[in-house]
């Protein structure tokens, strides 16, 4: 692909680099603790809050490029509005990362090198005004159309008249349009899962406004809870949507996430109760099952910290399958792990895909009807990227791009599982042998 977004780092946290990663729409980030998985994750995040969330804003505030500003300064009914270096905006990107670390880690002394190259843009953003007469009744009565144009990606839209101002928000419209079509990017928002999220959704919603005044990662997570919460369901839900809705309903929450007062509720049958009161695998899960429930998923890229916190094995495959579900209908999801049965439900999904395509149709069904699985929902290998990241000797942290080809390596998985089960054995033999000389 010519249209890489790669992110470099040095000297991340454990990261001393330079470490290279590139961007897909589904990021995998597995390893110990301590490694700087939630730090590379967060850095990938960040890259879809510049192009499909609020971050252009940012730039285009402190850069000054402000429509009705603008638009004072045309000397005439058409021309030239601004012009954005594209070198300038680059490096804005790569400043912005690391004051988006500070924030996230409560850090200001937080250092790092942070290079984020989005490839194959032009010199400059260049946008034109005019202005044309839309209606005349006579010399006193004039009706304009304004029309801003982005040049380089052909695109304008017309300004709507009357009261108001629009500020920066035109030029973030069209440059969140066009860095999403140029990359592929179908979602328009962000939202951030941070680890142990589940004792924050239980906060009553007075104290988490007080909360959100400084809390880092966790400011970021309550203001797009609230986001969601007052966000309508979609008019028409897909047919994904609403198999994995199934899912959610009968196999996962055996019941249902509602919004009532501002505040989450869990409804089983015709009894609702407090989110408060509810288990803590509910609350952990509750965010991305009101994406889900809403038919929101296409609209959103998701950082995903440990989806399987709290969660049984046997639910985690389930979340596994919803994940996939979540792909399939356009969500960009970035996540990181230490559940072997989360990737290896994962992998299931992946070797589903590649089954899919070499079998015949019915072939297909007939084996994942007889092997108990889901033929609706699979996953491309090329959508994956997996990162696994480890210490070396001098406890500097590495980062391996996986193949994924035929699924998610997990040899760190298997190598704890084969010692545990080789040092249970013996256990288990001495104990024997113990428990027969007693006799």
Sequence with gaps: MDNNITIQVENLGPLKGPE???????????GVSGVGKSYIAM??????????????????????????????SMTGDEGLMCKISVSEFGDWIDRRALSYMREMLGNVNFSAKIHIDLPNLPEYFTFSYSRNVMMSQGSDVVEYVETLKFIEADDSIQMPQGEGTWSSFPFMFMLNRYLRKKYGIQPGRTFFLP??????????????????QSMGMYKIFLNDLSALKSMNMSYKQSEAIEKANNILHDE?????????????????????????????????????????QKGLLNTYSI?????????????????????????QEGAHLQITTHSDYLVRSLNDLIRLHILKEKME?????????????????DINPEDVAAYYLELDASGVSHITRQDVSMGIPFDSFKKVIDNQMARSADLYDQVGFFLEQGE
Excluded at 20 to 30: E, K
Excluded at 195 to 212: H, I
Aim: charged share 25%; hydrophobic share 45%.
């Design 20 to 30: 290279t990663i590139v961007l897909r729409p589904f990021l995998i980030f597995s």
């Design 43 to 72: 850095l990938s995040h960040f890259v879809y809050r510049v192009i499909a969330g609020n971050e252009l804003l940012h730039y285009l505030v402190s850069s000054k490029i402000d429509y009705d500003v603008l638009k004072q």
């Design 303 to 327: 950082l995903f910290e440990e989806p399987e916190s709290h969660l049984h094995p046997e639910l985690q495959v389930k979340v596994a399958e919803l994940l996939g579900y979540a792909l």
């Design 252 to 292: 996962v929450l055996h019941g249902d996430i509602n919004v009532k007062d501002n505040e989450m509720v869990y409804q089983v049958e015709n009894t609702e109760i407090p989110i408060t009161a509810a288990a803590s695998s509910i609350k952990e899960i509750a965010p991305f099952a009101l994406m889900i």
């Design 361 to 377: 149709k019915e072939q297909f069904l007939h084996y994942c009807a007889e092997k108990k699985f889901n033929p609706d929902i």
């Design 195 to 212: 680890p142990s999220r589940g004792s924050l959704v239980a906060v009553p919603d007075d104290v988490r406004v007080r909360m959100q």
